[in-house]
């Protein structure tokens, strides 16, 4: 089954993660973060990654400098919320609360983060905000 066009491989989510960690990249520093030693095949493998992320509008590309600088033109959390969308519509009918539930009930959550989905529940609640339907 072919993948959705916006759909971000994992290669390409290593690039993005190097992105969001350190902000603005060149080829040549992205490469170097991503692998051990730096390669002309390994330069040319981020550029062709890098070329397909900007095709899919995650990043972009300032041609203001030389090097050219890429920044991640999608936040982390918007990201989240599409894969986890994608899953649900996959396996769940569209619905996110039973993943959430399989999450919470097989990981071993800390006090700390039970006390903070908690605050997070009673947040929304407060709010009267309502799930929204992606």
């Excluded at 973060?33 to 330069?43: A, G, I, V, W």
């Excluded at 095709?55 to 982390?76: G, L, M, Y």
């Excluded at 990201?79 to 569209?94: M, P, S, V, Y």
Aim: hydrophobic content about 35%; some cysteine; overall charge positive.
């Amino acid at each position: 089954m072919p993948r959705p066009a916006q759909d971000v491989t994992d290669a390409e989510l290593a690039i993005l993660r190097v992105l969001w960690d350190r902000g603005p990249s060149s080829v040549r520093e992205l490469t170097e973060q991503l692998y051990s030693e730096y390669s002309p095949s390994q330069h040319a493998t981020v550029l062709k990654l890098l070329e397909r992320l900007e095709a899919k509008n995650c990043v972009r590309r300032s041609r203001e400098t030389w090097p050219h600088q890429f920044a991640a033109a999608i936040d982390r959390n918007d990201l989240i919320d599409r894969k986890l969308q994608e899953t649900a519509n996959k396996l769940c009918d569209g619905s996110i609360q039973p993943l959430l539930t399989h999450l919470v009930r097989g990981s071993r959550l800390s006090a700390a983060e039970r006390k903070s989905l908690r605050s997070l529940l009673d947040e929304l609640d407060k709010e009267g905000r309502k799930p929204s339907k992606k």
